[in-house]
């Protein structure tokens, strides 16, 4: 062995020893629960039991006999759908903190303010705000003569899952004001002074060059929204913890309960692959939608 | 581009920051108050502020208790990502045959989200035995892709000849990456900090799945567990809130940089 290669194989054990704690904790927290979620969906098991193949039995269940895969399914995208209405409020807050503003950090320092909180402690809070009595917007509600019977806003079929979307919303909304500033700090100044030359209005200078330039960056906050469905697990779970009934009902809340509440690890495992085709598939879906290309998105 | 003036702009700007600051002050003001928070119409400045309902957090529950599991799983997340995402980058800026491979595969596991996994991450937990435990609280946390990258990039940046000179002194690889690469990379090192505490302090749904006992349990199951117990009936679980609050508040006031550099680059790679 010479000089060199005796190096080069120092160098390589090197590698693969400064690799290995990551790629273990990566192997161990992502890689391998994704195959042994697949597994599990198509097996009868619990801890006490061995595992018994079954095929489709957990999906037929769902699809077939379970009400409230569906409303939990119907929740996810309802809750998914309404991101849009958020991405395009904090588009319109970061156009507005965007250019020369004075106290435009202030601005976008207090609409962040809200994204780095414990979700749980938001959840809190926000039960707090819709309180009958002691909450802010009963009281704003009612003192302006708009209702005048204190509104249960988590306790309404219709309203709970609205209400926690707001909630949501308020939580969210500065991080895709960040991912929305980082976008249009990319456009090239000298398209609108072009067009400004050019004499092309306001409207359509926003139209033709800020949104097809700024594609790639909504893309991401799609993304954002549709994991966010995931992640709101700690919201649901302080502020109606999936009621009245199912009415805020997400599939990951439902996950938890079926693995934890009521032990079926084989059944929650087949939700979890279902949740998971349904982030792949809007995925792709929001791609093509922003032209296909926004994966490459690198700087 | 510029309007005519810049006042419609502010007015705009000032109702949505008073709405968004709308739920901060109510629960502050909500923890400061003594009277019976229940009464309507709710009084929109305390009439008696004081810090009653903040001592009543330290007798009515466990307090001190869930503050010394956050901050020990937090501690462990941040030391122990730290230690591994140095030496995964590091390793990743040298070139060796399954680069490419591993680059992939690491970018494809961030499109994994940590939610889908639970039910596997709760047996294999369970397997190696340290449920109902710190580390197994930190453990997922340990290692995080995107600081991985951050810090690969950030020793990319530093000059080949440096590392050259080091290298001819005789120093060897670790020493090369602490005494060298690291000073070097403050802001790398800031990131991945600030990115650790906020996920492992505001964790929930991982915590809630791998702790049995009440003696286990971090801020945020305690806080969840407070609401349970006294269905919400006293300002002491406000003043709770805004206990949870302040540190996470604090560090992305202090270090607001480095926080949405690293949450860009993360949505950005993502």
């Known amino acids: 062995m010479t000089w060199f290669e005796r190096k080069r194989t120092r160098e390589m054990a090197l590698v693969a020893c400064f690799l290995l704690p990551s790629l273990l904790i990566f192997f161990l927290y992502r890689i391998l629960p994704l195959g042994w979620n697949v597994w599990l969906s198509f097996h009868a098991w619990s801890p006490l039991k061995p595992a018994k193949w079954i095929g489709l039995e957990n999906y037929e269940e769902m699809v077939l006999d379970d009400d409230v895969f569906w409303d939990a399914l119907s929740n996810t995208l309802i809750f998914i759908g309404c991101a849009p209405l958020a991405i395009a409020a904090a588009l319109a807050i970061s156009l507005l903190v965007n250019s020369d503003l004075k106290g435009a950090a202030i601005y976008r320092t207090i609409v962040f303010l809200s994204y780095p909180l414990m979700t749980v402690a938001v959840g809190i809070i926000w039960r707090w705000l819709y309180d009958e009595r002691g909450g802010f917007i009963n009281y704003v509600l009612r003192s302006a003569g708009i209702v005048d019977q204190p509104v249960k806003f988590l306790q309404s079929f219709d309203l709970a899952l609205p209400s926690v979307i707001l909630a949501d919303f308020w939580q969210i909304l500065g991080f895709y004001m960040i991912i929305l500033l980082t976008g249009l700090q990319s456009i090239p100044q000298h398209l609108y002074e072009a067009a400004r030359v050019d004499g092309v209005p306001a409207h359509a200078r926003f139209l033709r060059i800020t949104l097809p330039l700024l594609r790639p960056s909504i893309f991401l906050c799609i993304v954002v929204g549709i994991l966010n469905s995931f992640t709101s697990f700690d919201l649901i779970y302080v502020m109606t913890n999936g009621g009245p009934g199912h009415a805020t009902e997400l599939l990951i809340t439902y996950i938890y309960k079926a693995g934890f509440g009521q032990t079926r690890f084989d059944y929650a495992a087949a939700l979890t692959v279902v949740q998971f085709l349904l982030l792949i598939v809007l995925t792709v879906f929001a791609n093509r939608l922003s032209g296909g290309n926004a994966g490459s998105l690198e700087r | ?116 996994t639970i039910i596997p991450a709760y047996l294999i937990t369970s397997w190696l035995g340290v449920l109902d435990s710190w580390l197994g609280i930190a453990l997922p946390l340990l290692s995080t892709i995107i600081c991985i990258f951050i810090f690969k990039a950030s020793f990319e940046a530093v000059p080949r000849s440096l590392i050259d000179a080091a290298r001819v002194d005789g120093l060897s690889e670790w020493r090369i990456v602490v005494r060298i690469l690291l000073p070097l990379s403050k802001s790398a090192i800031a990131t991945n900090v600030i990115l650790t505490f906020i996920w492992s302090w505001n964790a929930f749904l991982w915590p809630l799945i791998v702790t049995r006992t009440p003696e286990m349990q971090t801020l945020p199951l305690g806080l969840a567990r407070f609401l349970s117990v006294m269905e919400d009936t006293t300002g002491a679980l406000y003043a709770f809130v805004v206990l949870v609050l302040i540190p996470g508040l604090a560090i992305f006031l202090m270090a607001q940089k480095e926080f949405i550099r690293g949450l860009t680059s993360g949505a950005t790679k993502g």
């Open chain 2, 1 to 116: 581009m510029r309007p005519p003036s810049a006042w419609p702009r502010h007015v705009i700007m000032i109702v949505v920051s008073i709405l968004m600051l709308i739920p901060f002050y109510w629960v502050l003001k909500t923890s400061l108050t003594g009277e019976n928070i229940y009464a309507y119409p709710p009084r929109l400045i305390p009439a008696d502020p004081h810090l009653f309902n903040y001592v009543d957090v330290w007798y009515l529950i466990p307090f001190p208790r869930y503050l010394l599991n956050s901050v020990i799983v937090s501690a462990m997340a941040i030391a122990g990502s730290l230690l591994f995402n140095v030496a995964a980058g590091y390793a990743l800026t040298k070139d060796f045959p399954a680069r490419r491979w591993i680059v992939l595969l690491l970018l494809s596991c961030m499109l994994i989200p940590f939610q889908a």
